[in-house]
């Protein structure tokens, strides 16, 4: 069985600071994980995903993420916050034997002027 | 990355009345759909996996007669809400993967039940 925590609910930070969302997991097998975004009220894009290669995976608009198996960590950073990266954040798992999604219940980012 | 489109955007219907969401994958061949439900402020909540011409599989919880799905084709999959009403006004989103491929999300579905 697959599991996701994200351990902020809420994260604030000032514009051009950088930021980190916290994502721990749990899995059976050789996971897959994601990182996607949720701007109000649409869908969710993604933003990077580790599938066994690099474990420092960069993505788009400057995120990036690093997969730590010994700490089953897959932790979301981007050197310097814009006003456009306030949205929800989803850290996702998937097991390599398994077709569903797990997701984390989700980190909001507010960024301030 | 693939698109998958999600009509419509926002719906507004009345209770006891259905209604349609459609999801398409239109660069690709979805062997599987999936279809979530998503409540304010929270996570979200898998209802029900389809593959392509076959029935769906719903999670435990989730009323199959309530909650039509119809995976017809490759490229498109159907949720029907039936006699809907205002507790099942939420946020409904889909995503579509090929085989054991990364998924695509479509842009979600806000129903409103008045």
């Known amino acids: 069985a697959q599991s996701v925590t994200q351990l902020d609910s809420h994260v604030s930070v000032s514009e051009g600071t950088p930021v980190l969302l916290r994502c721990n997991y749990s899995s059976s097998y050789s996971p897959s994980l994601f990182w996607y975004v949720q701007h109000p009220n649409k869908g969710l894009q993604l933003l990077l995903k580790y599938t066994s290669a690099a474990t420092l995976v960069k993505g788009i608009n400057g995120f990036e993420a690093e997969f730590k198996k010994s700490e089953t960590s897959f932790h979301l950073t981007k050197p310097s916050a814009h006003m456009s990266d306030a949205a929800e954040y989803f850290c996702?798992?998937?097991?390599?034997?398994?077709?569903?999604?797990?997701f984390g219940a989700g980190t909001t980012v507010t960024v301030r002027a | 990355g693939a698109v998958v489109s999600q009509h419509p955007s926002w719906v507004i219907c009345k209770s006891g009345t259905s209604v349609k969401i459609e999801c398409r994958s239109l660069d690709f061949q979805a062997t599987t759909m999936f279809w979530y439900r998503q409540f304010p402020k929270q996570s979200l909540m898998l209802m029900a996996t389809?593959?392509?011409?076959?029935?769906?599989?719903?999670e435990q919880g989730v009323e199959k007669d309530k909650f039509l799905i119809n995976h017809a084709s490759l490229t498109l999959s159907t949720l029907t809400v039936t006699s809907a009403h205002p507790e099942d006004s939420s946020f409904y989103i889909c995503?579509?993967?090929?085989?054991?491929?990364?998924?695509?999300f479509g842009q979600g579905t806000r129903l409103t039940v008045v």
């Open positions: 996702v798992v998937k097991d390599k034997n398994d077709y569903k999604l797990s």
């Open positions: 389809s593959n392509e011409g076959s029935k769906a599989t719903y």
């Open positions: 995503s579509a993967q090929f085989w054991d491929s990364e998924a695509f």
